[in-house]
């Protein structure tokens, strides 16, 4: 297997991008939390076929389970065939730990694999992406265990198809992104500590001088993926 596979990334583009841009705009309440309702926007295709199912990339926003907002992805989604920019719950806005942030990101794979008849999309094509924490959480969607929100329908899984990391913090443990927040509750939170066989096939991007993300992490990650027989196509820039 190629440590840079550059087939890996043509794969993701020919399945993902139309001939022509897509649109926004429905918004969805995915997930009630007291008083709090959280929202994910789709992105359509120009011309979409109803009767055709659409591979779908979910994007969850950085910055640090602290801040942010779903538009950090817009014009990604604006050349995709089916986007979802999701909101989920920040310490800033919502006065949460990571672990919300977490459970909402399963939350939203779950809401969006069972509805996948309503949106047009095929539940076994669901790619989950982000940036820095945000690309944590996809990581937590295909890795993680716990965290599940027990108004979630565990009837559908959280684990999307594929990967798509930006520069994610995927090692929460000592002397990683975070490790002060999360303690000793690390062995279960961070991905890179819960590398499976059969992990969702994961394209990696980073930048080399990165200062959250060492490239060491990176390619031990890679590594580690390919130990258990799990794809992970990293590629530096």
Wanted: charged content about 15%.
């Amino acid at each position: 297997m190629n440590r840079i596979s550059s087939t890996f990334l043509i794969c993701f583009t020919v399945l993902l991008l139309t001939s022509t841009f897509s649109f926004a705009q429905e918004l969805f309440s995915y997930k009630t939390v007291d008083t709090t309702k959280l929202f994910m926007e789709v992105h359509y295709p120009v011309q979409m076929d109803p009767s055709e199912e659409y591979p779908a990339l979910v994007f969850f926003f950085g910055g640090g389970w602290n801040s942010g907002t779903r538009a950090q992805f817009e014009h990604q989604a604006a050349y995709l065939a089916k986007s979802f920019l999701v909101d989920y719950r920040t310490q800033n806005q919502h006065k949460t730990s990571p672990y919300e942030s977490v459970s909402d990101a399963k939350s939203a794979v779950r809401y969006i694999r069972e509805n996948a008849s309503k949106f047009h999309i095929a539940p076994d094509k669901i790619i989950a992406s982000g940036g820095s924490a945000g690309a944590h959480l996809a990581a937590a969607t295909a890795l993680i265990d716990g965290y599940n929100s027990n108004t979630d329908n565990m009837g559908f899984s959280s684990i999307p198809n594929a990967l798509i990391l930006f520069n994610p913090v995927i090692d929460n443990g000592p002397g990683g992104y975070g490790f002060e927040r999360i303690g000793d509750q690390y062995m279960n939170f961070s991905p890179l500590h819960n590398i499976k066989s059969g992990a969702p096939p994961t394209l990696f991007l980073l930048g080399t001088n990165d200062k959250l993300v060492p490239v060491l992490t990176a390619q031990y990650y890679q590594m580690v993926m390919e130990k258990v027989g799990s794809r992970c196509d990293l590629i530096m820039y």
